[in-house]
């Protein structure tokens, strides 16, 4: 069900009833974009039912689900057009429009080709982990993520998170783990990865589909070169790259996880309460494996989730 995960920490503070986040987010549910409008976002049903929840409780887990739709005209076809508007005025006053007059020339222009334009739909699901105070969004940037973060804020009360930090930054732990080949017990090295370059040249190299227990991955290193992404498989139930953001990418549950279930075992719940139970036990290791999380100042442990 995630396919990616940019993972917060939700302030251990913040509390509310299933019933109470579902009536505040009914309040900004997604409505398509008008004609003339370039961009609409709101909750959708999570389960794709006509008119149900919001908030989905499955095992514990909150699952939400949050709709983005864009429209726009391609620049080309507005310069395109532009040009043509230009020209006429030219020939109608003897001059050529302004930089000022250009400009609202290709609003204007903008403006009537919206109706036109093809909508772009996209959606990410969000997981609450009450209990773990964890919210996960599975969105492929953070400017995204960090939209579905605001639309979250605005509509609950309290309602306050922040990236999850670790003790270990992801990039000193990857660096180690590629040149010991020692990882974390319970997670395994994959064939994929990512070097870059400290100084300003950015140069980076990628391995894919390759061996990293290689003396040249070692020499890369040693010469400065650090992992910006790494792929990694956890009990041999999950497998994902891991990237120096903390953010989880190509998230995918191995064969193993869906031994002994059939397809009559399907359904959305069914898929929630798979995804967020390998999930639930997944994040905890690696936030082990990384030392931890990095606390605030007079932070406490459990404020944290224990973690």
């Not at 030219?90 to 250009?102: S, T, Y």
Request: aromatic share 6%; hydrophobic share 45%.
């Amino acid at each position: 069900m995630f396919s990616n995960m940019i993972i917060y920490r939700v302030a251990p503070t913040w509390s509310a009833s299933l019933d109470q986040v579902e009536s505040a987010l009914s309040n900004a549910r997604y409505v398509a974009c008008s004609p003339s409008q370039e961009k609409s976002t709101g909750w959708v049903e999570p389960r794709g039912e006509s008119h149900g929840a919001l908030v989905e409780s499955i095992g514990g887990h909150w699952i939400l689900k949050f709709m983005t739709e864009t429209k726009d005209v391609p620049g080309p076809v507005v310069d395109r057009q532009a040009k043509i508007a230009a020209q006429e005025i030219a020939q109608e006053v003897g001059r050529k429009p302004g930089r000022k007059e250009l400009k609202e020339i290709k609003e204007g222009i903008r403006f009537n080709l919206l109706p036109m334009a093809f909508p772009k739909l996209g959606a990410s699901l969000v997981w609450i982990d009450c209990q773990a105070h964890l919210l996960v969004i599975d969105a492929a940037s953070q400017a995204h993520a960090d939209e579905v973060v605001t639309a979250l804020v605005k509509s609950l009360e309290g309602f306050a998170v922040a990236l999850l930090d670790t003790r270990v930054s992801p990039v000193s732990a990857m660096a180690e783990w590629l040149t010991t080949q020692e990882p974390p017990a319970g997670f395994a090295i994959e064939q994929e990865c990512e070097l870059k370059a400290a100084d300003e040249s950015k140069a980076a190299i990628r391995y894919t589909r390759s061996p990293l227990d290689t003396d040249e991955v070692k020499q890369h290193i040693a010469q400065g070169m650090l992992p910006s992404r790494l792929a990694l498989s956890w009990d041999d139930r999950a497998s994902f790259l891991l990237t120096e953001n903390m953010q989880l990418k190509k998230v995918h549950l191995l064969d193993v996880v869906f031994e002994g279930k059939s397809a009559d075992d399907g359904g959305f719940d069914a898929d929630v309460a798979i995804a967020t139970g390998e999930f639930a036990q997944l994040l905890p290791d690696l936030i082990q494996a990384l030392g931890g999380v990095a606390l605030a100042p007079g932070a406490s442990e459990t404020a944290v989730g224990g973690q």
